[in-house]
T-cell receptor, first 112, second 113 residues
Framework: DGGITQSPKYLFRKEGQNVTLSCEQN?????MYWYRQDPGQGLRLIYY???????QKGDIAEGYSVSREKKESFPLTVTSAQKNPTAFYLC???????????FGDGTRLSIL | QQQVKQSPQSLIVQKGGISIINCAYE??????FPWYQQFPGKGPALLIA?????SEKKEGRFTISFNKSAKQFSLHIMDSQPGDSATYFC????????????FGKGTHLIIQP
């Protein structure tokens, strides 16, 4: 089945550690997105990429980094500079400007 | 600055009733307005979406009403069922969503049997 796979489902980070969240899609979508969800805050855009080897900052990019080396993959690194990383992270993809965004089932990141 | 305001934060409706969730936006450049449904521990799933050239769109029990002059749009769930209990998010975007979505803060809907 076509879809978006996020892994791991749960992730724990130690102080000063970088962690990488995986997002893979087999929908052949050009655009991919990362959102952060906090309780009562909705979803906020971290980074997005409309094409391989290109990406743009969203509203809350500080403390995060991304890469887009393959069309199918858009990993997110939560760096030690992100002081409040505990959240539910959601990856999405979009076939084009007039298409709907499809979401994965998220990674929940917590601090040890 | 919150560009999409959603209300209410929580809503309790009796089975068979109508659930109504409202959203207001500020940016007149928005051209795409989707609604998402999210169950605990899952990613949001697209429910229905509308573009500003129409005032209403209906899909099954779900209807979006859109008021361009007031910069408001709403979701109506007819004949609400316990399985509709979830968190609902409205969103808005420019360029049809290519640069990402701006979400409201969500409405936690409970349908009582």
């Amino acid at each position: 089945d076509g879809g978006i796979t996020q892994s791991p489902k749960y992730l724990f980070r130690k102080e000063g550690q970088n962690v990488t969240l995986s997002c893979e899609q087999n929908l052949n979508h050009d655009a991919m997105y990362w959102y952060r969800q906090d309780p009562g805050q909705g979803l906020r855009l971290i980074y997005y990429s409309q094409i391989v080897n290109d990406f743009q900052k969203g509203d809350i990019a500080e403390g995060y980094s991304v890469s887009r080396e393959k069309k199918e993959s858009f990993p997110l690194t939560v760096t030690s500079a992100q002081k409040n990383p505990t959240a539910f992270y959601l990856c999405a993809s979009n076939p084009g400007a007039l298409g709907a965004q499809h979401f994965g089932d998220g990674t929940r990141l917590s601090i040890l | 600055q919150q560009q999409v305001k959603q209300s209410p934060q929580s809503l309790i409706v009796q089975k068979g009733g109508i659930s109504i969730i409202n959203c207001a936006y500020e940016n007149t450049a928005f051209d795409y307005f989707p609604w998402y449904q999210q169950f605990p521990g899952k990613g949001p799933a697209l429910l229905i979406a509308i573009r500003p050239d129409v005032s209403e769109k209906k899909e099954g029990r779900f209807t979006i009403s859109f008021n361009k002059s007031a910069k408001q749009f709403s979701l109506h769930i007819m004949d609400s069922q316990p399985g509709d209990s979830a968190t609902y998010f409205c969103a808005a975007s420019m360029k049809g969503g290519a640069d990402g979505l701006t979400f409201g803060k969500g409405t936690h809907l409970i349908i009582q049997p």
